[in-house]
């Protein structure tokens, strides 16, 4: 059944926790998420360079960006192209997203997105600045609380003079107590998305607690990777690739350590937290024992040491992944598993076929992880 905009927004109200999994810290949480993952999409196309989040001590939260997260249509307001996508007067769930927008930052639909930070917030301000102009309106449960105020006079606009600024409190008739958020996944989503996109900053200030954290990594994934394997003695510089096979994009870094400690694989699909794997770590284990297979058949060495077990491989690896996924499949509601079974085979052609080159162009280090494998060369 399709929804009228007014049946929405009473369907969020009525059952937040079908949207948002959760009525407490972590549901508040993850409406900051929302506007996170808003401002990683535009941020992954250069359209903005910096996202700040303000946890106040009275519950509210403040999301800013130094830029416009879509693209701006020649001959549109962009104030009026925010309109729609912040309430629900004219939503349509069939609507198409504005250019260069993927569907949906949260939901398949282009509006619900914004509209169920809105539905779930009294009340939310929304400050835009653009072309020397500022454009101001506030709502509450959803509904517009005043007209839009083409005026922000106490606040500045971003150096860029280009930005969008989103206050809001969860409703407290809607959350259950205590008021907040919660500063430390907030934290660990910040450092993320600061490796899923490089050269990017994010900015966290915690009023409450007083913590003040920036995150900021030029070399993304790179930079990542060699924070986690620090204490495995690395064989190398973090490998790098990035390459797409069908619909499904791929970028890894990779070391391979000498210590028995390698912090193992971390992943990303769609920018969501793999937190247990699934068939994209099936398919990375399953391309790196073909290339192992293959690199130790060009140098006629004995192929009785093939198995190359999972937990053999993870001993010494430490890897950080992130997929790029028309759409994503879950084991389970908590969306800690991938199951979507292409990525299975095209994860492990691409990687077999890149990691082949990569031991062929370093051969003392391939032959020092064969050691470490119990398949020595020698």
């Given at each position: 059944?399709?929804?009228?905009?007014?049946?929405?927004?009473?369907?969020?109200?009525?059952?937040?926790?079908?949207?948002?999994?959760?009525?407490?810290?972590?549901?508040?949480?993850?409406?900051?998420?929302?506007?996170?993952?808003?401002?990683?999409?535009?941020?992954?196309?250069?359209?903005?360079?910096?996202?700040?989040?303000?946890?106040?001590?009275?519950?509210?939260?403040?999301?800013?960006?130094?830029?416009?997260?879509?693209?701006?249509?020649?001959?549109?307001?962009?104030?009026?192209?925010?309109?729609?996508?912040?309430?629900?007067?004219?939503?349509?769930?069939?609507?198409?997203?504005?250019?260069?927008?993927?569907?949906?930052v949260v939901f398949d639909s282009s509006s619900v997105e914004l509209g169920l930070l809105n539905a779930l917030s009294s009340p939310l301000e929304v400050v835009a600045w653009y072309g020397g102009q500022s454009w101001r309106r506030t709502f509450?449960?959803?509904?517009?609380?005043?007209?839009?105020?083409?005026?922000?006079?106490?606040?500045?606009?971003?150096?860029?003079?280009?930005?969008?600024?989103?206050?809001?409190?969860?409703?407290?008739?809607?959350?259950?107590?205590?008021?907040?958020?919660?500063?430390?996944?907030?934290?660990?989503?910040?450092?993320?998305?600061?490796?899923?996109?490089?050269?990017?900053?994010w900015r966290l200030r915690d009023e409450a607690s007083g913590m003040e954290v920036s995150f900021r990594r030029e070399h993304g994934l790179a930079n990542l990777c060699v924070e986690r394997s620090a204490n495995s003695c690395p064989l190398h510089a973090p490998w790098t690739f990035n390459g797409s096979a069908g619909q499904t994009q791929v970028s890894l870094a990779l070391q391979w350590g000498r210590a028995p400690v390698g912090a193992g694989i971390l992943s990303w699909a769609n920018h969501e937290s793999c937190r247990r794997g699934g068939t994209h770590h099936d398919g990375l284990y399953r391309g790196l024992r073909t290339a192992l297979r293959a690199r130790m058949k060009a140098r006629r060495r004995s192929l009785a040491s093939r198995a190359f077990?999972?937990?053999?491989?993870?001993?010494?690896?430490?890897?950080?992944?992130?997929?790029?996924?028309?759409?994503?499949?879950?084991?389970?509601?908590?969306?800690?598993?991938?199951?979507n079974p292409e990525v299975r085979g095209e994860v492990s052609k691409l990687v077999a076929d890149w990691m082949k080159q990569a031991l062929a162009s370093h051969p003392k280090v391939e032959s020092e992880l064969f050691t470490l494998l119990g398949a020595s060369l020698s």
């Open positions: 059944m399709r929804l009228a905009g007014e049946e929405l927004r009473r369907a969020i109200r009525l059952r937040p926790v079908m949207y948002i999994g959760d009525a407490s810290v972590f549901g508040k949480t993850r409406l900051v998420e929302s506007l996170l993952l808003l401002g990683a999409m535009a941020a992954r196309e250069t359209r903005l360079g910096e996202v700040s989040v303000l946890l106040t001590a009275d519950g509210s939260c403040s999301v800013a960006f130094d830029g416009w997260p879509w693209p701006i249509s020649a001959g549109v307001s962009p104030f009026d192209a925010l309109e729609p996508w912040l309430g629900f007067m004219h939503f349509d769930v069939g609507a198409q997203p504005p250019p260069g927008m993927p569907r949906g509450r449960e959803g509904l517009p609380a005043e007209s839009p105020q083409h005026t922000a006079p106490e606040m500045a606009p971003p150096s860029s003079g280009v930005g969008l600024r989103f206050t809001f409190t969860p409703d407290a008739s809607v959350f259950y107590p205590p008021p907040g958020f919660s500063a430390a996944l907030l934290t660990e989503r910040l450092s993320s998305l600061s490796a899923l996109i490089p050269a990017s900053t077990t999972d937990e053999a491989l993870s001993e010494h690896l430490t890897a950080v992944m992130s997929l790029g996924l028309p759409s994503t499949v879950w084991y389970g509601p908590t969306r800690g598993e991938l199951a």
